[in-house]
């Protein structure tokens, strides 16, 4: 008997053995993370150097207590200037002693209590944008500190880098992630500079598609030079080039919200809307500690997180732009659809569609609405009313930088 039982242990672990890929033989990328756009807050857009353990706690609570986590926000993302200015004797990185006194792992482990992912940034060149030590030269090493911190995401940027090649670092890198047992997003912050959606898909899981987005609607001649922030609109328009390469697992990256951060309310309700449209990553960057009630219902606007969350991941097609009046529609599970109607003017736009007459074709996702065929009923998704029908057209005012945004529903006859 006690033979048997050996033999079949023996067989038993030949066989997880022969199964399991060893780590050498790891698929570069984990394919089962961020099959839908990642959701969190990153510190960056607003915290930049005031990054420390007592402001993170404070967030972590304030994403629980505001609603944001039951809406799905999962990521908390630790950006620029966490690290010590340099690594410790042993050549590891290490947080910065003054803001996280506890260590990383510390911090780690609250945002994990509370439910949380916990995500950090660094850098592929020689430093990270802020001057800190980056991970260049010390791939494996940096990934295993990041695990043994119970890393979730990594956001990998790339400034002092001169001479390096991105995509090889890049890769350099993902190769470092698939041999740590931790499952870790892989988030590529290149600014787009490296084409980055040609190669990305197949090592990462986002890669950012422009430059620095700004606290504003668009592009302003004041902000350029060697920090070119970019405005909403801009970022829109360089992302609708892009629509092919977005898919479950491999996401072009916007990059983070500016929703209550330096735009009209009107503005945050737009700019999210659109981020939803694109399937883009939904990463608040606001200051959660002056979160007015406006901005967390923005959001927190679980019909619209739907549009984005979508488990098809098709970025959205723009249809039609007309006197800055742009119609963008996305193609949803269950022959739904989204649509939005964009006024990108400075002044009210009205819209009188008539959907029977236009039928939509989206040839990259093999389908077409066409009304003149299937009546759908359509949602509103700001005011979370039916208002009506496609066998009627919408007519509405919209405002400067403001939206209309719909969900159509196939009426089943
Ligand atoms: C770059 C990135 C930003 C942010 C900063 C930090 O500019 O694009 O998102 O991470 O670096 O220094």
Redesign the pocket.
Known sequence: MKKNLLLLTLIGSLFVACSSPSVEERPIKNRALALTPPMGWNS?NTIRREISDSVIRQIVDIMVASGMQDAGYEYIVL??FWLAPQRDSAGNLQGDPDRFPHGMAAIGEYIHQNGFKFGI?NCGGRQ???GLPGMYGHEEQDVATFASWGVDYL?V?F?FSEGIDAREEYTKIAQALSKVERPIVFSI?D?GENNPWEWGGEIGHLW?TT??IGPRWKHDARYVGSWHELGIVDIIDRNSYLREYNRPGAWNDP??LEVGHGLTDTEGKAHFSMWAMLAAPLMAGNDLRKMTDETISILTNKEVIAVDQDSLGYQAMKYKSDSDLDIWVKPLQHDDWAVCFLNRAEEIRTINFEWTKYPIRDRLAGRILDASEVTYRMRDLWRKEWVGTTDSPIVADIAPHDVLMLRLTPVVQ
């Open positions: 960056w950006d620029d940034y990270t944008c802020g956001k940027d400034c912050c600014g950012r430059w620095d990059d983070m």
